[in-house]
């Protein structure tokens, strides 16, 4: 059976006919070309298929496409702001955490999840926040340097208001 | 100290970072091909059975099927990197649960998947054998009754269910032993494990309009690819073209074809494109996991502690067909010496058919397991002489010109200087100690060295219109990041920029040979080929310039791209005015080329027994020292790592953050081996083929003070001295972590993965041989 779904991707509103049991997932690779959201093992337990649901990280290949229905969608695709990469995405470049880069995508999402809600992680949160997201490459070192990196540089670049509202 | 270059030894960041970051990456299944056929496996449900009939009439009435085809359909080409010894397809006969017995095409997932249903076998049972020991026994079944008509590549020794017996000796041994103090006997065991590369495998396979067949997937050897196909369907390699997506991890899982044959048989059949892509538990089952491993060893040993004399043998366990099992065995057994000085050895490797499904190459290639037996036996012998594990291996540790067994020379050995920087940054002590009443903690080492010139690879650059640069290799990166530190040997040698160079996307068409992106062999023998045909290319624009300057090419010298005279720096060229040039005035478009292949030295036939090694030459030694500190909960028995520093020989490290990369993955990897990672089966079923039931380490997994360092012992045969690293990170892990358990609990763990349960159940047995007799 098709149903009639809006969904709003990346800031942009997209209306579609769907059968009423597809997976996010196969909707945004299959339907709207965005690849770059990875399906790895099928049963929701190695986080490649993470995408921010409004920007909370969760699971693409776990959920139907109609229970994201008026939420806003973030994927990898949408992370970057006119052709400028985020903040994460060039710690992830710079620091040498991407490898085969397979989990790169849900990786970075679910990092930005935890960073809109806690801009300066502990080590322990970080970790924890990225349990479900497995990298069979790096050894996650250098993942966690990334992130760490990246809410600095995040953090830097708020500074100057923070600054300006002291006394 | 190596000296400065322009970009060889600089942490650049990688070229395929941007894209990857950025989710437009092309993995295999982000290139749609929606006019291809669904293409599906029926895989057998039986470890050993006679084929009587496979009867497809009912599946063919399916709407949307368009073929099937049957092991009876295909040519009786036998495919096999070392002996060619298994069909596409069963024809006859199945040897293991998860065999292909048919395929299906057809027009969606919804018909494919019913007609799969519809397919009827019918089996007649034969006794199956699962483990080595079984198949070894006098009267076990046989896996492959006509294993002595299969070609091999090489002088294989063969018995029974022994598809190869690889023997190094050198010495004698009975003398050495004679002259030990102490002989040590003990026996280990390894598990199974899968590479579990998140990206799964897949194959899109169509016959094109000239009746070639174009092979899109995701291998680690588009080559290997090619011929493998070629031989299982007996057709022309020429009529084979292989192009490859970007790849989501190997790990030597896809060093051999995976689904590529299958998809081709089924598209020549139905005349269409056809998809095929594994899901996660086919990728399980069909999947070729490390092998298991029974390893024997016996070692001599002086009360000051060198060794005298070593005897091993090792039993791999390489299930239904040998893929890479008797090169897998063969080189366990090279390495089973160890990176130490020892004049009597024996070492004897059995590769054996088993009903399980095949194994094949995983990072390591057969070390880890000899490096798990043989580094554990050393702290047992290390604890009874009363010596410090890591003096133990210093006085028996292999140095430059040094003989490696076999007979080659070590050209260049950072093995001590491993030993002290990983002791060092790990701060190294052997005071075992309670950090609280239920858990103990403890520290452990363990040494590994391993090769990085091995095979043959060319590579083809050419210089463009506008001087910029193409550089063709055929190394495939899977992640570990060849295409970037390729690309700086290319920009070093011809002094470019690096943005200058593109490397080109992997195609068996104009891909040079390469045998593929394994056994950390790229950045050593590709990296040769490459810096040869940038070095042909460097030439090759010197001579233009000379030519059209008028000048000797002794009198020119180049400067930031560009080629002047000597004293003159007004009379210049630059590359963009060569490429000009030679596309449109003089000499014609500059091509260069390098070929490579490590043919010598080879095995010194006078110093040692060789038989039954699948490989020639191996070369370029790389080292590595693990040193971990472990706690392990004596109530649960489970065992956390809290401390790693790696250590490790690579030559010159071409680009740091890469080189880390290597090593602290490889780590993670050799941490899940050790602890907990175990593909099961029951009567030769996989019973975990899920991220469910098959765990690989997650972030809370590895130890929160990891520290890569990196040793740089430049070889004189490495470009710009490097060698190699992909695979050492996990060879030394297992060892080490074990080593380190043992420390902590005083009581030895011989067989891994070191599960709660093992670990409870040493602590148990130690306790009962401590415990006083009772009283009557």
Redesign the interface.
């Known amino acids: 059976m098709l149903i009639s779904l809006t969904l709003r991707v990346n800031g942009a509103s997209e209306t579609l006919d769907a059968p009423a049991n597809e997976l996010l997932i196969d909707l945004l690779r299959g339907r709207l070309n965005l690849t770059g959201t990875k399906e790895a093992c099928e049963v929701g337990e190695c986080g490649s298929c993470t995408v921010l649901l409004d920007g909370a990280a969760v699971r693409s290949c776990l959920l139907f496409a109609f229970d994201a229905a008026g939420k806003e969608i973030t994927t990898i695709e949408g992370l970057a702001v006119d052709g400028r990469l985020h903040p994460l995405q060039e710690a992830f470049m710079e620091l040498g955490a991407v490898q085969c880069g397979f989990c790169i995508p849900g990786m970075i999402l679910a990092a930005k999840a935890l960073l809109d809600v806690q801009p300066r992680p502990t080590l322990a949160e970080i970790k924890q926040h990225l349990a479900g997201n497995l990298c069979r490459c790096t050894g996650y070192a250098k993942i966690v340097a990334a992130v760490q990196h990246a809410a600095r540089r995040l953090a830097a670049a708020t500074r100057p208001e923070a600054g300006a509202a002291a006394p | 100290m190596p000296t400065p270059l322009a970009v060889v030894g600089t942490?650049v960041?990688?070229v395929?970072?941007?894209e990857?970051?950025?989710?437009?990456?092309?993995?295999f299944?982000?290139v749609?091909h929606r006019d291809a056929l669904v293409g599906k496996v029926l895989w057998s449900r039986q470890p050993h059975a006679r084929l009587v009939n496979i009867e497809r009439s009912r599946a063919l009435r399916v709407p949307g099927v368009k073929a099937i085809v049957i092991g009876a359909d295909l040519p009786d080409g036998l495919m096999g990197p070392f002996i060619k010894d298994e069909p596409i397809l069963a024809k006859g006969v199945t040897r293991f649960v998860g065999e292909p017995l048919a395929l299906v095409a057809a027009c969606s997932d919804e018909a494919a998947a019913e007609a799969l249903q519809l397919i009827e076998v019918e089996y007649e049972e034969l006794p199956a054998v699962f483990t080595a020991e079984d198949a070894l026994r006098p009267g076990a079944p046989l896996l492959h009754p006509d294993l002595a008509s299969y070609v091999k590549i090489y002088e294989a020794v063969q018995e029974g269910n022994v598809c190869s017996h690889t023997t190094f000796a050198e010495g004698d041994l009975d003398a050495g032993f004679a002259e030990a103090d102490e002989v040590f006997e003990d026996t280990f065991t390894t598990q199974r494990v899968h590479?579990?590369?998140?990206?799964?495998s897949g194959a899109v396979v169509e016959v094109d309009a000239g009746g070639r067949l174009v092979v899109w997937s995701n291998t680690q050897s588009v080559h290997l690819t090619q011929i493998r196909i070629a031989e299982a369907l007996l057709i022309p390699q020429s009529k084979i073209h292989v192009i490859n997506s970007?790849?989501?991890?190997?790990?030597g899982g896809r060093m051999e074809p995976t689904v590529q044959p299958m998809a081709a048989a089924l598209a020549l059949k139905c005349g269409k494109k056809v998809k095929l892509y594994l899901?996660?538990d086919e990728e399980f089952t069909f999947g070729k996991p490390r092998h298991s491993s029974r390893i024997d060893i016996k070692t001599g040993v002086k009360r000051d502690g060198r060794l005298t004399a070593k005897q091993v043998r090792l039993i791999y366990n390489t299930g239904a067909y040998a893929d890479d099992g008797p090169g897998i065995a063969g080189f366990g057994a090279m390495m089973a010496r160890g990176p130490y000085n020892i004049p009597h050895v024996r070492i004897d490797a059995y590769c054996v058919y088993t009903n399980l499904p095949k194994s094949g190459a995983f990072r390591g290639f057969g070390n880890p397991q000899a490096t798990f037996a043989s580094e554990s036996q050393l702290d047992l012998i290390a604890e009874r002489l009363r010596l410090d594990p890591i003096e133990l291996r210093l006085r028996n540790a292999v140095q430059t010109g040094d003989t490696a067994l076999g007979g080659q020379r070590y050209t260049s050995v950072g093995l001590r200087r491993c030993f002290e920087q990983a002791a060092a940054r790990a701060g190294w002590r052997r005071v075992s100690a309670s950090s609280s009443p239920t858990k103990r903690r403890g520290m452990g080492v363990a040494a590994m060295h391993h090769i990085s010139g091995l095979l043959s690879a060319g590579a083809f650059v050419k210089i463009n219109e506008d001087g910029t640069v193409g550089l063709v290799a055929g190394a495939v990166d899977?992640?570990?990041?060849c295409e970037t530190v390729l690309t700086q040997i290319a920009a070093e040698e011809l002094g470019v920029p690096m943005s200058d160079i593109h490397y080109a996307a992997i195609d068996s068409d104009t891909a040079p040979f390469n045998w593929g992106t394994a056994g950390s062999r790229t950045t050593f023998t590709v990296g040769n080929a490459v810096r040869l045909a940038a070095g042909d290319a460097r030439r090759q624009l010197l001579a233009l310039a000379a030519k059209t300057l008028e000048v000797s090419p002794d009198d020119l010298e180049t400067v930031d791209r560009t080629v002047r005279v000597k004293g003159s720096p007004q009379r210049a060229l630059s590359y963009r005015d060569l490429g000009a040039i030679s596309h449109w005035v003089s000499g014609g478009p500059i091509l260069a080329k390098g070929s490579f292949i490590v043919d010598g030295p080879g095995f010194d036939p006078k110093r040692a027994v060789l038989r039954g090694f699948p490989f020639g030459p191996l070369t370029a030694y790389i080292f590595g020292v693990h040193v971990v500190e472990v706690e392990v909960d004596v109530e649960t028995g489970e065992v956390k790592v809290l401390k790693a520093a790696a250590a490790h020989d690579v030559g010159r490290a071409i680009n740091p953050?890469?080189v880390?990369?290597q090593i602290?993955?490889?780590?993670?990897?050799g941490l899940g081996y050790a602890l907990f990672e175990e593909l099961c089966t029951e009567g030769g079923q996989t019973l975990n083929p899920?991220?469910?039931d098959y765990k690989?380490?997650?972030?809370?997994d590895?130890p929160?003070e990891?520290t890569?360092i990196i040793v740089e012992e430049e070889d004189p045969h490495g470009p710009f001295g490097a060698k190699g690293v992909g695979e050492p990170g996990l060879v030394a892990t297992a060892a080490a972590i074990a080593n380190a358990v043992s420390h902590a609990l005083g009581v030895r763990l011989r067989d891994l993965p070191l599960t709660p349960e093992r670990v409870l159940a040493a602590l148990e047995a130690k306790q009962g041989t401590l415990s006083p007799p009772r009283a009557p």
């Open positions: 942490s960041v990688k395929d970072a941007a990857k970051v950025s989710g437009r990456s092309r993995y299944d982000d749609p590479q579990t590369y998140l990206e799964r970007r790849v989501g991890g190997g790990f899901s996660r899977i992640g570990q990041g953050t890469v880390e990369g602290e993955g490889g780590f993670a990897q899920s991220f469910i690989i380490p997650s972030i809370l590895v929160e990891m890569a």
